[in-house]
């Protein structure tokens, strides 16, 4: 019974236990009180049923709004609803390099010092200059305080990861509020921008990024699918939305965050990011 429960709106509960209190009532009032004990449990079912009814119908509808088809050009895909978020998990590797740093580019520094410990042979830093190795064309060189691709403010750079089965470079430009990103491509050393966390596909050929800044306003919000093709990231789909953290299921179906910001009622000027729901995406090929 109390699993059953459990399961139901609370209208429906409500209605259900009011009923058995009224089946009771009617096996052991009188004539008069049965009547309306009888009358009460008519009005309770009809209850249940328009409860039953109208929650089936949203959980239809939510459903809907995910469970399509999409054509992007040539790139097609499919997004449902995903019934288990538990297995999305983000992994932060540095994270014992990084927890005695509250700023942001002072753990991308932190990280980079590691990085460039590790892979001597790759990458260097003369002052000012962040030099990466390219193996097919001249290295790449960032100076702290160049401009960024998108806006006029100058920033400074840092090298924070490096995926050495994929073979890109993750560096980081900072402002003074809010940021860039950009993979780096070690064979041709192509720059792509992009918007937030990658995530590789088990074979490389796709990259997920994926971010959300719901609160502050100085990140974007929006999930990226891009494909290597030759030597090259492509961009096959850009959804503006609030994603998070991605989990692989195989080469061509990934699960993801999709997060909502709600209100505090009960305590003024606060809010909390909520994860919400996870959207399984499928690429059609």
């Not at 009032?29 to 009888?38: C, G, I, M, S």
């Not at 109208?54 to 509808?61: M, V």
């Not at 990466?132 to 920033?155: A, K």
Request: proline share 1%.
């Amino acid at each position: 019974m109390i699993i059953l429960i459990t399961r139901m709106t609370y209208i429906e509960s409500i209605s259900l236990i009011a009923a058995i209190i009224a089946i009771i009532s009617i096996v052991t009032w009188n004539k008069h009180e049965k009547l309306r004990a009888f009358l009460f449990l008519i009005l309770l079912i009809c209850a249940f049923i328009l409860g039953r009814y109208f929650f089936e119908d949203s959980k239809s509808k939510e459903s809907s709004l995910v469970n399509v088809i999409n054509n992007n050009g040539d790139f097609e895909y499919t997004v449902t609803l995903a019934e288990d978020i538990s297995s999305i998990e983000y992994i932060n590797k540095y994270k014992a390099i990084t927890a005695d740093f509250d700023n942001f580019y002072e753990r991308d520094q932190a990280i980079e010092k590691h990085l460039l410990e590790k892979y001597s042979s790759l990458a260097k830093r003369d002052k000012i200059f962040l030099e990466l190795e390219i193996d097919y064309q001249n290295n790449r060189v960032f100076r702290d305080g160049d401009v960024s691709d998108y806006t006029t403010e100058g920033g400074s750079f840092s090298l924070v990861d490096y995926f050495e089965k994929e073979r890109f470079y993750l560096v980081s430009q900072a402002f003074y509020e809010g940021g860039s990103e950009y993979l780096i491509n070690r064979e041709n050393g192509q720059k792509k921008q992009i918007c937030g966390t990658p995530y590789f596909s088990p074979t490389g050929r796709y990259v997920i990024t994926t971010n959300y800044d719901l609160s502050g306003g100085y990140g974007c919000n929006e999930l990226c699918i891009m494909e290597k093709v030759g030597n090259i990231l492509e961009e096959k789909l850009v959804v503006q939305d609030s994603y998070g953290n991605v989990k692989w299921e195989d080469e061509t179906t990934f699960v993801v965050e999709k997060v909502d910001l709600y209100y505090d009622d009960e305590n003024d000027n606060s809010d909390y990011v909520h994860k919400v729901v996870a959207h399984r995406f499928e690429i059609v090929e």
